[in-house]
């Protein structure tokens, strides 16, 4: 089992820095950075699902202000491999290649409302049931869920 150095504390005054583990490089980078939370949280959430979609390992360190001092808090991350989701099957109703397409479009815009609620790293579990979800609802009611999840989020 590899082990990895911990996370280096940014540098300059404290604000909200994300830094990400290179494994080749063994090596620790800035991955996003800015005075607010959420966006710096918002791009781990996009860089955590590109990554897994690669085949990649993903380690993250979230560093932020608390006391005037940097801290390091506490990610929504956990190194794994990527979960697997099942193919949508598709309803009698529609085509199959317009079902596929509408079911992962719906399954994109839960992922994003997640997102915006702080929610960036799901198990097979969580998973399985977005894709559930995004097979059932009809696209007027996976927008408000969305929307419901963004609200909450930015609370």
């Not at 966006?39 to 990554?51: D, F, I, K, R, S």
């Not at 202000?65 to 991350?77: A, M, N, Q």
């Not at 190194?79 to 193919?87: L, Q």
Request: net charge neutral.
């Amino acid at each position: 089992m590899e082990t990895r150095p911990e996370s280096p504390r940014p540098q300059g005054a404290p604000r909200w820095v994300a830094m990400y583990y290179q494994p080749a490089a063994q090596t620790w980078r800035t991955a996003a950075e800015s005075p607010h939370r959420s966006p710096v949280l918002h791009a781990l959430g996009e860089m955590t699902q590109t990554l897994r979609a690669r085949g990649h390992e993903v380690t993250f360190a979230l560093w932020g202000p608390k006391d005037g001092d940097w801290h390091r808090f506490e990610t929504p991350l956990e190194p794994g491999p990527a979960a697997s989701r099942p193919a949508p099957e598709a309803p009698a109703s529609e085509p199959a290649p317009l079902a596929e397409r509408m079911t992962g479009r719906r399954h994109q815009v839960l992922m994003s409302g997640l997102g915006k609620a702080g929610l960036y790293d799901l198990s097979p579990e969580d998973d399985a049931t977005v894709q559930a979800l995004a097979e059932r609802l009809d696209e007027a009611a996976v927008r408000r869920v969305a929307h419901w999840l963004a609200t909450a989020g930015a609370r």
